[in-house]
């Protein structure tokens, strides 16, 4: 049971100021510890009124943003980084707080998002069109990047600061507005990052927060004044919310769910391949859409891996992400928890083998936490449950199979295309994998290939409904429109010219 409930309450941000909800309902959240199953604060939940309200002031905002040079944008991205790194220390204590995860990996997590915020400072040149002169006589044709106009951002509770980080700032730079529906579950850190862009020189109504649930996010999908939406979150919700938004005119990108397989060969390095897994699989509990959550044994190597990743999940530390010993924290609700217990319970029922059981794992001190070890899997077969969903927890099934080619069909089969590994010491089973495998994200020896912010992060697939991925170079693509100029003046035009109904042509 919860321990008490809070009535510190964390409303709306419109406009540059901190805004009551509007509605003529009042509703609240509640905000909990994950570690301790704490009601730690409330959060208002808006609805269709409080969506407007925020729209209106990212419209009545973007006239002049749109109009403000590009190096002046990339010079408030300049200052925001500086607060970013100023208040990291601030932003990683909520992310534990609110999500659970450990203070490290809280700071790994907005390092990367402070990454894009880099990337956006270099706007004034990734803003550049092209020209080609003289297309034809006196005339010449270029192309301009625009700003859509209003976009939404709705994030998950998985990433609190990263995610929002990784839309944000590229959608302001690019010239447009914004309004941030953050997770309801975890919403300081999205109400931190949008205090310090003000601070940074963000003028009043370019980005804005609603907190709130499904109310708040249909509303952003049908808003009329709305251009762009960006999404990252579960699969089933990634379709909703392409199907709504685009049927509504809207630009859309969403990026779903996972089931990244990390492949192992007989001549991978097990001692690096073993600590590499255990992080991908039980970092931040497993709730990355990142994880490696299946390992695909190739040949031999299946005993002594499976006997390798027990031992080492055995001995991972667990408990409150405050704690400086523990490498693991606790998953975001009980409900979830339960969810992922359930899983576990399935798997079991339908045969694989339970090496490393987590289901009763007891933290000191931490009774009411939402706590699960790590679980281990070894003689998961495809048509099993936990190979088939996306557990989102501490869950790592083992697959075996023969060959590095039934490996990749395996995985080339899987409905989910987000991310994949190949573990070896061979360039050319590399070399094979990178190319036949049907995934957008790839490591090599690297178990969670998340790109670096001057490339574009996305799957194929079931894990992304739309054209672009988000930020790097696509993100560019996506918060523009390309508009292309051929322009001749009257001085330039032959003495012969004389009118025609012909199609014009050029190049002569």
Known sequence: ???????????????????????????????????????????????????????????????????????????????????????????VQLITQEHGKTLDDARGEVTRGIEVVEFAIGIPHLLKGEIAPQVGTGVDTYSIHQPVGVCAGITPFNFPAMVPLWMFPMAVACGNTFVLKPSEKVPSAALLLVRLAREAGLPDGVLNVVNGDKAAVDALLTHPDVNAVSFVGSTPIAQYIYSTASAHGKRVQALGGAKNHGVVMPDADLDFTVDALIGAAYGSAGERCMAISVAVAVGDVADQLVARLAQAAKALPVGDGTDPVAQMGPLITRVHCDKVKGFVDAGVDEGAKLVVDGRGLKVAQRDDGFFIGPCLFDNVTPDMSIYRNEIFGPVLSVVRVNTLEEAIALINRNPYANGTAVFTTSGGAARRFEDEIEVGMVGVNVPIPVPVSYFSFGGWRNSLFGDQHIYGPESVRFYTRSKVVTRRWSEGRPANATSSLVMPTLGQ
Do not use: C
């Open 1 to 91: 049971m919860n321990q008490r409930v809070s009535t510190e309450r964390i409303e709306h941000w419109i406009g540059g100021a901190s805004v009551a909800s509007g509605e003529a309902e009042l509703r609240f959240g509640e905000v909990t510890n994950p570690a301790t199953g704490e009601v730690i604060r409330q959060v208002a939940l808006g609805g269709a009124k409080d969506v407007a309200t925020a729209v209106a002031a990212a419209r009545a905002a973007l006239p002049g943003w749109r109009a403000t040079p590009p190096m002046k944008r990339a010079r408030v991205m300049m200052k925001y980084r500086e607060l970013l790194e100023t208040n990291r220390e601030a932003l």
